[in-house]
């Protein structure tokens, strides 16, 4: 009987310490999650393969390990910027032609491109094979879907332009464009503006043949940061060493989707299970050579690039005011070989 009670007595005694230690395990998890910074991320639009390195940094843990727990948002209708510069997220997408407005205000909005996401310019226009726009001189007298936006039609009319055409030749129509392989093949429009790593890719992907050309094969000036990575100044200047290590966490996602594109494809996918698996899967393979290309680090931003594009701006009058040399960007909490 006595060694029953005793037996009793140390069974409660097992269960009271294995509990205890739960509870101390439990106590120990929410200690380290309330030692995480909360760092909030918004896209410039829905998740694609631009994004991958932000996802694959969430799920292999480097967020964690730098000490953020990362949340990526997708953007409101006044765009990633503005929810940057109110400082509701600390980090958003953008891109360096439509920060330049922003950049020549008076009144720019609080934010810094911090990092490169793709090293080169990579969009151009596609059109159907054989419509005889292989080259920006084949535009004249074809229908260009057009977001009817300075910047957008003046590099339009450059290319042409520098190709010997004549760009007031060029039917610009409002863009409807929500599928660029639909609209060539229902022939609603000639010409459209696209980034290859995405929109090129989803024509492969259907079989559909189609000629393209890259805006920056034409003038380089056009080879400008499409997109980058904008922080709030206010968390630059606060917070310099939390953004060095949310940008080194940043890099090493970017780092595993160049040498894994397949796994970091799932990782997308995982996250956004409604994008096309074949896209994401072909994609990634393109974007594996984009993110740093020729570039000796992933986000490096080159100042003679970045000027060279909003010095033409300038010359060409597109942006109230003037975007002074070196204006909003920097490399100096980029991770350095």
Request: proline share 4%; glycine share 6%.
């Amino acid at each position: 009987m006595k060694k029953n009670v005793t037996a009793i007595i140390l069974t409660l005694l097992l269960i009271f310490s294995l509990t205890a230690c739960g509870g101390s395990s439990d106590t120990k998890k929410e200690a380290d999650n309330k030692q995480l910074t909360d760092i909030t991320v918004v896209l410039d639009w829905t998740p694609n393969t631009n994004h991958t390195g932000l996802y694959t940094a969430i799920e292999n843990g480097y967020y964690k390990e730098a000490g953020f727990n990362v949340e990526i948002v997708q953007p409101p209708d006044d765009g990633a910027e503005a929810l940057v510069g109110s400082g509701k997220a600390q980090f958003g997408v953008s891109f360096q032609d439509s920060l330049a407005p922003t950049f020549a205000s008076e009144d720019s909005l609080p934010i810094t491109a911090v990092a490169a996401i793709l090293q080169h310019n990579t969009s151009g226009i596609i059109s159907r094979k054989g419509d005889g726009i292989d080259r920006p001189k084949g535009m004249e007298g074809k229908q260009y879907a057009t977001w009817d936006l300075d910047i957008e039609k003046a590099i339009i009319k450059d290319v042409v332009k520098t190709d010997g055409g004549n760009p007031e030749k060029i039917k610009m129509i409002p863009s409807t464009v929500t599928d660029e392989v639909s609209a060539l093949k229902a022939k609603s429009v000639d010409a459209i503006w696209i980034y290859e790593g995405w929109a090129g890719i989803a024509a492969k992907v259907a079989d559909f043949d189609y000629d393209y050309f890259a805006f920056r094969d034409i003038n380089d000036t056009f080879d400008y940061y499409t997109p980058v990575l904008v922080a709030n100044n206010d968390f630059l200047k606060d917070h310099p060493d939390e953004t060095k290590a949310f940008l080194a966490a940043t890099k090493k996602g970017y780092e595993y989707a160049i040498k894994n594109p397949d796994k970091a494809a799932d990782i997308l996918l995982k996250a956004a299970p409604e994008l096309d698996e074949k896209l994401v899967k072909e994609s990634q393979k393109y974007m594996a050579d984009q993110y740093i290309a020729d570039a000796d680090n992933w986000g490096y931003i080159d100042p003679a690039r970045w000027n060279k594009f909003y010095n033409w701006l300038n010359e060409k009058k597109l942006v109230d005011g003037t975007l002074k040399e070196n204006v909003g960007f920097t490399n100096d909490y980029l991770e350095q070989k």
